[in-house]
Every structure is written in C-alpha cells, then in structure tokens.
C-alpha cells in the first residue's frame, strides 16, 4: 500500500541522520590526536547522502502519482578530508618526526557540533513524521468504528 511509503521514506533518513551522529562523534573523539607523519594524522570524515527515487513515470508516459512517495535516501559513502592537519613543533613527544614535529587531526571542533546539532534536528524531524503519520492513519481507522 502507497500509504506505508512514508514509514520507509522517514526510516531512511533516520538511518541516514544516525549514521552522521556516528560519524561527527568519530570525528569528535580524534579531534585532539596527534600522529608523527602527515599521511597518518586523522582527517575528519563525513557521510555523502545518496537519494533515491523510484520512476515517476507510468508506463504510458503520465505522471504515477501512486509512486510519488516511493523515496528514500541512504548513504552511499563515507568520504575523508583532503585538507591537512597542522604540524607542531614539539621535540620531546615520543612520536615527533625526525624533524621534531606532530600532526594534528584537521577536524573543527565547532564546524562538527554545528553538524552535530544539524543532524540531530533532522532525525527529530523524521521521527516526528513518523509519530504524525501513524497518528492520522489510527484516526482515518477510527472513523471505520462510528
């Protein structure tokens, strides 16, 4: 039934949203490590969101209305960062460099709370589609009671 859509639509964005929690909470627990080469220094990771919409179209060329709803959206990868970490001067950590330095993790504390919140929100939002949603089917099956 095209009404049960919404539960698989919602569904997938929470599954989506949780996997970005996940990442920004990875991103968040490396923010302060340190590696003696830049090649090894954590760089912050983020999710690419992928949607997908099944055809629109029926099979005489009109919009399916039916099929409208059919959507959802998964992630499709998890892509690193390019961006370097900041080399340090510290001679005396056990895992400088010849030259004395350590890598630092490129990863911005207030840019992944900001996406933390962000994400959060979303998954809200998703729940409260699917607590509306289920609201108004019991009430359209309420009406079958009178």
Do not use: C, W
């Amino acid at each position: 039934m095209a009404d049960f859509n919404i539960f698989n639509i919602a569904g997938s964005g929470m599954s989506a949203e949780s996997v970005r929690l996940n990442t920004v909470a990875s991103n968040l627990a490396n923010a302060d490590s340190v590696s003696g080469s830049p090649t090894t220094a954590y760089k912050a990771r983020y999710p690419v969101f992928q949607a997908l919409q099944a055809s629109l179209m029926s099979p005489g060329g009109a919009p399916d209305p039916a099929q409208a709803a059919d959507a959802a959206v998964q992630v499709s990868s998890i892509v690193q960062t390019t961006t370097p970490g900041t080399a340090n001067y510290q001679p005396g950590n056990p895992l400088a460099d010849a030259n004395g330095y350590v890598y630092s993790s490129n990863v911005n504390v207030i840019e992944q709370m900001a996406d933390m919140i962000s994400a959060s929100r979303s998954y809200q939002n998703d729940v409260q589609v699917l607590e509306t949603s289920k609201s108004l089917m019991l009430d359209t099956l309420k009406l079958g009671q009178i």
